[in-house]
DNA sequence: ATGAAAGCGCTAACAT
DNA sequence: ATGTTAGCGCTTTCAT
């Protein structure tokens, strides 16, 4: 292997420009002290020589490293990539963060940690040692992770979490997981349901109980009885599956079913079949999260956007900002969710 | 912003193991000339520590950076994402060269690439001096593209590419598109067929004429006529649409036609929908690809699998190999799809 | 088989 | 406003 050095360093600037390595240094930071005179040579030398800072020595020296990690789970991401069933979680992180990322000259790097895993903290500090980023994303469930929560607050590196209320440290990013679920059920109120069924999603995400939460404040605020339309399930399809079984042979069913992920409301999909309802007409259906396989069910799924690419991309801008020292404004910034109207929606049956 | 240091160097390392720099490098590096007591000592020391080596302090004294860059196209992909429709090309990039890069402390960077700039070359060039990888890896169409493969070349940095053939420099991998093509057209002639249309790809990718060759050279061997049969789209659902339109409405109709992609065979079903005909009874179709989405049509479509998982670890291993200096034995190293059967076959209408 | 010294490209700290 | 010096963590010489 032949051994590849920078082709083009910021001596050879400095030199072409004749002034200070320091000097062109400045103004490859955009850092004040230098006359615009000055500031206007140096990037013509810049741009005639076509250099580019080294991101592994500016942050050898210690200034930023112009990288920031996201952490996924490992297993599910692993798992759905596996199962190509079309859920693009990843893919709208790097839609929002990547884009963002790179009109400020960082970049995004992908990083599967397992939540399960005692050694989370060793795996962690593996992967900041060797990469030293300047922040790291938080995605669910890691984001309400103690463990990953707490090691990352003890290295003193901005981190943001997404989906997480964050009581304690970092930065919290919520999709208004309440709102939404609220915003499903009271557009199921206004077509006249009064039974409506609610799907919970996996208990080890926080944000699981907040969907419960909005659905069950607005059925209260309806003043609507909620006496056996409550099932728990994991975000798995067969989970759904037995829900939706669950919720339709009670005595007094209902007419519709809010799922709190896109594989549950499969699974709901799959037993209104086998029992011979149809949606939308004896059983209407909404969603949560409307990932590609939504709009090629039958019917066409009616589901709640979460708006993941919108909330990477304001991730990145809080992690980007607490370099620079700046504190957020907002306790717990949040990116609304909406509601995406299909064909699995209708009026309550008479 | 509080400056972040390594915590743990290889200073400490040393110190502890009381030893010199040099020979913990040496451990790090699995190199020769470190006595078996005393490396098992350096690793205890290492492991007691926690200790991990920096890749920009690796980088800066020229060794490996450990990061490959993987480039595709930005328009492509970021409208992809955009429009949500399960295409999972990045993912299974992302499955299949991310964990085979984390099994060799390796990591996989994404980068978006315009093709139709005139200055890909210096947008490249900012890219590999700021990021500084030990090696890229190029899809289609970039890896036939010759202002980039030329570029790298000159770099003299390794370079895989993707669905290519490789006339030229670097490290062609293919996925067998004419091999593939045939088979389809070879599983659609024993149930029957004789007419077999076939909707080639954009020709700003070459796969697409090798998928047309396959095809070709399969109807061929079978005596079959090709008049009327061939339709060129563009890749996208519409083309799609627009080529099955043609197909169908001549004197000899098909009986059977292979889409070069997913999204036309889309637009392929939705033409027969329009036109009555029954899909597989009337026609039978297969489609390329095998993204998410054709599991989820009605009825969910027969197709070529591209292994763009297994041929992205493929991808890292020749990069690492070429890192060694190792070159590949094979001219061309081949990943084969496979047929995935679904529903949208069926023997030949009587 | 091990160690010491030099240097990679850049920035922080300290001059001037 | 600009230049000089030192040093980041590591690997490559080059000694021993």
Known sequence: ???????????????????????????????????????ERVQASIDKLGYVPSIAAQRMSGSKSYL????????RTIADWR????????????????LKCAEHGYRLLIELVDTHNDHVERELSAALAS????GVILTPPHSDNPLIVNFLTKQRIPFVRIGSRGNGTGIPVSMDDEGSARMATEFLIAKGHGRIGFIAGSPEYNLSSWRTDGWRSAMRAANLSMDGLLASGDFTRASGEAAARLLLSGDNPPTAIIASNDQMALGCLAVADEMGLNIPSDLSLISFDNTPTVRFTQPALTAIDQPVADTASVAVELIMAA????????RVKAVRGRLVERDSVGPAPS
Chains 1, 2 share one sequence.
């Open 83 to 98: 199962a190509r069933e079309g859920t693009d979680w990843v893919d709208q992180m790097l839609l929002g963060g990547m």
């Open 68 to 75: 920031i990690l996201a952490l996924n789970d490992r297993e």
């Open 131 to 134: 990469v030293q980023p300047d």
């Open 1 to 39: 292997m032949a051994r590849r050095r920078q082709s083009v360093t910021i001596k050879h600037v400095a030199a072409d420009a004749g002034v200070s390595l320091q000097t062109v240094s400045r103004v490859i930071n955009n850092e004040p002290n230098v006359r615009p005179a000055m500031k």
């Open 323 to 330: 370099q620079k020292d700046e504190v957020p404004t907002e």
